[in-house]
């Protein structure tokens, strides 16, 4: 399969690609929403992300891309290396990106009765789905909005607990999916509820460049990739190399950042100005600012980090206000500068990334 196009050579879209990073680094945050006109790089900025990724370590054979040092034991190989006290056989893969069609079904997704095998062998056995291949991976639904409604629901519900648990027709299996949850979407074909677009970690909204260099540029780049796919990985491969690195130590150190007491208590400052429900606002913020401190390298969480994830982290959090008309975007950028003051979250993830 050809190469994918290099994350770091995608130009603009930075809220985008650092939510899709602050996502890889700590899958916990609950996936990225990405809405915006067609043809402005969303699905791109996922493969490419993925592709970024190190490799990671898995069990041959096993349906879910077990990891040798966590194997979950349900896979028929996984089993079978356990009864017979054997090491099983391990080999290297690239991060598994998973498309969701729009029209898959329940058991497409959560997996099934393996009617094949039933019916040829008399044999009772799992099937897995699409949540199965996306173990340890990404798993990305275009057009988000137009899938249905329970099925959103269900894929939330998985990857917040990261289990998928099926039970029909006398299964009862449970088998670890862990993955990151992308969505994307065209606002003018339909919004997702309120309460699923809450379950969202993060929601960027993606437009396509106005300026007309930056226009340029975007399409100078994509023509010399799709005539020359080795020559642009080839010149992009000392910024993908320093891009690779850096997420890969933010995992490991993600754990080891501090979110000192002050940065928490600007997070419920900020959440309670703008009036958001529950508490998820909160969370997200703080995991957000620890993902992008340590993909910074800072051993602890600012109000800078926190100033710069707060848009994606709560614009898709507010109600509805009647005495208010301006955008969710808007109302965010608004607290955030009365709150910590100088410029809006906005800008200054936009300062960083130049």
Same mark, same amino acid.
């Given at each position: ?27 916990? &945050? ?10 402005? =790089?969303?699905?791109? $900025?996922?493969? /490419? ?9 898995? &069990? ?37 990106? #998973? ?9 497409? &997704? ?14 009772? /056995?799992? *099937? ?29 519900? #998985? ?17 670890? $999916? ?6 994307? =979407? ?20 993606? /437009? ?25 990985? *080839? ?36 959440? #309670? ?58 109302? #965010? ?7 910590? =003051? ?13």
């Amino acid at each position: 399969m050809a190469a994918p196009y290099p994350f770091s050579a995608i130009v603009g879209q930075d809220e985008m690609k650092l939510a899709l990073m602050i996502a890889a680094i700590d899958p916990s &945050i609950g996936g990225v929403l990405a809405f915006g006109e067609r043809g402005t =790089g969303k699905s791109t $900025a996922v493969r /490419a992300l993925a592709a970024l990724l190190p490799p990671i370590e898995a &069990i041959e054979g096993c349906p879910y891309h077990c990891d040798p040092a966590k194997p979950c034991g349900l896979s028929e190989a996984c089993a079978a290396a356990a009864e017979r006290g054997a090491t099983p056989s391990v080999h290297t893969i690239s991060v598994p990106v #998973v498309d969701l069609p729009l029209g898959a079904t329940e058991d497409r &997704i959560v997996g099934a009765l393996d009617l094949e095998r039933a019916l040829t062998r008399g044999e009772k /056995a799992f *099937e897995p789905g699409l949540l199965a291949y996306a173990n340890r991976g990404f798993l990305y639904i275009d057009e988000a909005n137009l899938l249905e409604d329970h099925l959103v629901d269900l894929l939330l519900d #998985v990857a917040a607990t990261g289990q998928n648990i099926v039970e029909r027709e006398g299964l009862s299996i449970r088998h670890p $999916a862990r993955f990151v949850l992308v969505g994307s =979407g065209n606002p003018e074909e339909g919004e997702l509820r309120p309460q699923l677009l809450d379950r969202f970690g993060l929601f960027v909204e993606v /437009a396509a460049p106005r300026d007309l260099d930056e226009r340029v540029q975007v399409i100078r780049r994509r023509d010399a990739f799709e005539r020359d796919p080795s020559a642009f990985h *080839e010149a992009w491969q000392a910024e993908e190399d320093g891009l690779r690195a850096s997420i890969a130590g933010a995992k490991e150190s993600l754990n080891e950042v501090d979110v000192p007491d002050e940065v928490v208590a600007r997070a419920a400052e900020l959440c #309670v100005s703008l009036g958001t429900d529950g508490l998820r606002g909160e969370l997200t913020l703080i995991r957000a600012a620890r993902a992008l401190a340590a993909l910074e390298g800072a051993p602890a969480a600012t109000q800078d980090h926190l100033r710069r994830v707060a848009p994606a982290a709560l614009r898709h959090r507010l109600r509805r206000d009647p005495l208010d008309e301006a955008g969710s975007g808007v109302r #965010v950028d608004r607290a955030i500068g009365e709150i910590f =003051g100088g410029e809006t979250g906005r800008d200054a993830a936009r300062t960083a990334a130049q």
